[in-house]
């Protein structure tokens, strides 16, 4: 899902310019860069449902994405933003990276633990959204399309403040509509590499 974390990421931006985009699209995939380096070395596995593509794996991430581990990680990101950006950052990325966790809740299947390494081998979370391809894809189309609308609604409304009080040239306005329009045809190729299995 990582089309659906990526436009997560672009609708917090609109809310809250003063942190880095990036380090917001970081934070929705803080979960899944942590895990990459524990696939490749075997530590957690991913194993293909059926045949495998969108949503055709059951994930052993028994680490980055247990309850606990993630609740971890989120606290690391957001005192590590502290440091850069200050609280109300911290707070953001802190809340962006566990919301990975929220939103693989609903379309992993039950293969999410609750304690890193599934200590006490504790019942696995998951809702299966995944099981349904179309409304898997239809919560993913939702977040792009509203996490767009609204990164690009808040360029235009900076561009226009910042051209009232004579801040700012017209030409600013024509830059937000393109920014925005890269934004989410970014986040529609992201959809794009999910729905071929590449993410």
Do not use: C
Request: a positive charge.
């Amino acid at each position: 899902m990582f089309a659906g974390h990526f436009g997560l990421a672009a609708a917090v931006k609109a809310k809250h310019p003063e942190t880095p985009l990036w380090a917001l699209m970081a934070g929705t995939q803080l979960l899944d860069i942590l895990f990459v380096p524990l696939l490749l070395s075997g530590v957690e596995t991913m194993v293909p449902v059926g045949e495998g593509g969108y949503g055709g794996s059951v994930i052993h991430a028994d680490y980055t994405h247990s309850l606990v581990g993630a609740l971890i990680i989120a606290l690391l990101a957001g005192l590590a933003a502290w440091k850069w950006w200050g609280k109300r950052s911290a707070v953001v990325i802190g809340s962006l990276v566990f919301s990975h966790w929220l939103l693989d809740l609903l379309v992993h299947r039950a293969d999410l633990p609750v304690l890193p390494g599934n200590l006490g081998n504790l019942p696995l979370m998951g809702f299966g959204v995944w099981r349904s391809p179309g409304i898997s894809m239809a919560l993913e189309i939702a977040l792009i399309a509203v996490g767009s609308a609204m990164y690009y609604l808040s360029l235009r409304s900076r561009v226009r403040k910042a051209a009232k009080s004579g801040n700012s040239r017209p030409s600013l306005l024509g830059r937000a509509m393109w920014t925005g329009a890269v934004m989410a045809g970014l986040l529609a190729l992201s959809l794009v590499s999910d729905l071929l299995g590449i993410g």
